[in-house]
Nanobody
Framework: QVQLVESGGGLVQAGGSLRLSCATSGRTSSIKAMGWFRQAPGKEREFVGIISWSGGTTYYADSVKGRFSISRDNAKNTVYLQMNSLNVEDTAVYYC????????????????WGQGTQVTVSS
């Protein structure tokens, strides 16, 4: 079992920044990659980015490339999503997720999910 707890969401003005955290616990040695996803009202869950658990390789959706970055602190078993230059289209509930088998941008590949944290960007 892997437990994930997100934090750091909130209300921010367009052009601002937020950093989300995802604290992991449990069998973290089983994790191959950590992904970030988001879901806006009435829309499907969307891939944001991913980081490999061991090597730290990252990959981002085109919609956030150059604005968002993912990092990890292995000592704290925590993954971060730094979001800069936010715009209203970034408003969504953000989820972190753990993939125990690979490195994928598909939510179906993920085994464990956090509870989500709301990010609201005002114009």
């Amino acid at each position: 079992q892997v437990q994930l707890v997100e934090s750091g969401g909130g209300l921010v003005q367009a052009g601002g920044s937020l950093r989300l955290s995802c604290a992991t616990s449990g069998r973290t040695s089983s994790i191959k990659a950590m992904g970030w996803f988001r879901q806006a009202p009435g829309k499907e869950r969307e891939f944001v980015g991913i980081i490999s658990w061991s090597g730290g390789t990252t990959y981002y959706a085109d919609s956030v490339k150059g604005r968002f970055s993912i990092s990890r602190d292995n000592a704290k078993n925590t993954v971060y999503l730094q979001m800069n230059s936010l715009n209203v289209e970034d408003t969504a509930v953000y989820y972190c997720a753990a993939d125990l088998t690979g490195y994928s941008d598909s939510p179906r590949s993920y085994d464990y999910w956090g509870q989500g944290t709301q990010v609201t960007v005002s114009s």
